[in-house]
């Protein structure tokens, strides 16, 4: 058995979700979790991580305390996902740790970058455990996007022969994963995903999330603010192409709002922004596999009801579900995600897929912080 660890912690800063995954040999594509455990931020350090996600004062030095602060609390998850499947440190190959990311332009003048936070060597340390991080870098230095590197493991896990399918992974951001009949894989950020809901959520609620979409289920779309959200030049790009709170973020929405020049109602903004997350999804699928049967839904928005009944309703030709149904609990597929990547990195096996980075070629992802 080689057993690996993934943490993730997410566009949507709703905390940390670790995983066990076990796999019966170094090659054999069968794969169990053993354990998950979902570690919700302390209220300081998601409010630092937030606040870094835009320019500040004294960035340099806040950024190192966040890393360090990130990586004891990614720590306590592994600890907690040990004591779950009553397995000792010293049996874990590696731990594919994503770190937080609080920039991401790939395709900034002078040279594209990506920025995850995250201190692997007191992770290491802290563990006793080799880790894998920093895993969208080298796919940025070889020309590509960096995001989304799920694909691959989407692919890996839900990919049929003969059957167009597409994943669907909404958490902050939207993205979309294309398995063609004839094993080619696409994919890309198509849109915002939960970002916008939950920043209007907790404006207006003082909740974290529109738990289930009920709130958004009682309003009414808007058409003329959802015409000019669907506007947004980067949902009309050609891929490759990835995104984040770099230009999905509550300013972005605030300027939206102030362009409209009327007021529209606060459970009607956020009905909006639910089917402005379904639409760019759908369209996207019509667009890039229009010969899809099913799209296989993860990542937190799948427990939104009004946003999966919407998908359903968009894509009427297309079988909705959600990856729950294909053996992987939704909140657990970016996890499961890293630890895979981590696996292919031990291996020393290519983890980006070029023709959806826009990369040079394929590339071996991530740094390795030694355990010893």
Same mark, same amino acid.
């Given at each position: 058995?080689?057993?690996?660890?993934? !943490?993730?912690?997410?566009?949507?800063?709703?905390?940390?979700?670790?995983?066990?995954?076990?796999?019966?040999?170094?090659?054999?594509?069968?794969?169990?979790?053993?354990? /998950?455990? /979902?570690?919700?931020?302390?209220?300081?350090?998601?409010?630092?991580?937030?606040?870094?996600?835009?320019?500040?004062?004294?960035?340099?030095?806040?950024?190192?305390?966040?890393?360090?602060?990130?990586?004891?609390?990614?720590?306590?998850?592994?600890?907690?996902? &040990?004591?779950q499947c009553q397995l000792p440190a010293a049996?874990?190959?590696?731990?594919?740790?994503?770190?937080?990311?609080?920039?991401?332009?790939?395709?900034?003048?002078?040279g594209g970058y990506t920025i995850q936070l995250?201190?692997?060597?007191?992770?290491?340390?802290?563990?006793?455990?080799?880790?894998? @991080?920093?895993?969208?870098?080298?796919?940025?230095?070889?020309?590509?996007?960096?995001?989304?590197?799920?694909?691959?493991?989407?692919?890996?896990?839900?990919?049929?022969?003969?059957?167009?399918?597409?994943? #669907?992974?909404?958490?902050?951001?939207?993205?979309?994963?294309?398995?063609?009949?004839?094993?080619?894989?696409?994919?890309?950020?198509?849109?915002?995903?939960?970002?916008?809901?939950?920043?209007?959520?907790?404006?207006?609620?003082?909740?974290?999330?529109?738990?289930?979409?009920?709130?958004?289920?009682?309003?009414?779309?808007?058409?003329?603010?959802?015409?000019?959200?669907?506007?947004?030049?980067?949902?009309?790009?050609?891929?490759?192409?990835?995104?984040?709170?770099? #230009?999905?973020?509550?300013g972005w929405l605030d300027a939206e709002l102030?362009?409209?020049?009327?007021?529209?109602?606060?459970?009607?903004?956020?009905?909006?922004?639910?089917?402005?997350?379904?639409?760019?999804?759908?369209?996207?699928?019509?667009? /890039?596999?229009?010969?899809?049967?099913?799209?296989?839904? @993860?990542?937190?928005?799948?427990?939104?009801?009004?946003?999966?009944?919407?998908?359903?309703?968009? &894509?009427?030709?297309?079988?909705?579900?959600?990856?729950?149904?294909?053996?992987?609990?939704?909140?657990?597929?970016?996890?499961?995600?890293?630890?895979? #990547?981590?696996?292919?990195?031990?291996?020393?096996?290519?983890?980006?897929?070029?023709?959806?980075?826009?990369?040079?070629?394929?590339? !071996?992802?991530? @740094?390795?912080?030694?355990? /010893?």
């Amino acid at each position: 058995m080689s057993l690996f660890l993934g !943490l993730m912690s997410g566009t949507s800063l709703d905390g940390i979700d670790g995983v066990a995954a076990s796999w019966p040999d170094d090659d054999a594509p069968a794969m169990q979790v053993l354990a /998950h455990v /979902h570690q919700p931020f302390v209220a300081t350090l998601r409010d630092e991580l937030m606040a870094l996600n835009q320019p500040g004062a004294d960035e340099l030095e806040r950024s190192a305390r966040a890393a360090n602060a990130l990586a004891r609390a990614y720590a306590s998850v592994v600890r907690v996902v &040990l004591e779950q499947c009553q397995l000792p440190a010293a049996q874990v190959r590696a731990i594919g740790a994503h770190g937080q990311t609080v920039r991401h332009r790939p395709d900034a003048p002078g040279g594209g970058y990506t920025i995850q936070l995250l201190n692997g060597a007191v992770l290491a340390e802290a563990s006793g455990i080799d880790v894998v @991080c920093d895993l969208r870098s080298r796919d940025v230095a070889a020309g590509g996007q960096g995001a989304p590197l799920v694909p691959a493991f989407h692919a890996d896990r839900f990919g049929a022969p003969g059957e167009a399918r597409a994943a #669907l992974n909404v958490g902050g951001i939207a993205n979309l994963t294309l398995l063609h009949t004839d094993g080619r894989v696409g994919g890309f950020d198509c849109g915002p995903g939960n970002v916008l809901l939950d920043a209007w959520a907790v404006r207006h609620r003082g909740v974290a999330y529109d738990e289930g979409g009920r709130w958004g289920a009682l309003g009414t779309v808007d058409p003329g603010l959802l015409r000019q959200l669907l506007g947004e030049p980067y949902l009309h790009r050609a891929p490759p192409k990835s995104t984040g709170r770099d #230009l999905f973020n509550a300013g972005w929405l605030d300027a939206e709002l102030a362009r409209a020049g009327r007021r529209v109602a606060e459970v009607d903004v956020q009905a909006t922004l639910v089917e402005l997350t379904a639409r760019a999804a759908a369209d996207a699928l019509t667009q /890039h596999l229009p010969d899809a049967r099913r799209l296989i839904v @993860c990542g937190g928005g799948a427990y939104n009801s009004l946003l999966m009944a919407r998908l359903a309703a968009l &894509l009427p030709s297309v079988q909705v579900q959600t990856s729950d149904e294909h053996g992987l609990p939704a909140q657990q597929v970016e996890s499961v995600a890293f630890a895979w #990547l981590a696996r292919e990195f031990v291996q020393r096996r290519f983890g980006n897929r070029p023709e959806v980075t826009g990369a040079a070629g394929p590339r !071996l992802l991530g @740094c390795l912080y030694p355990a /010893h």
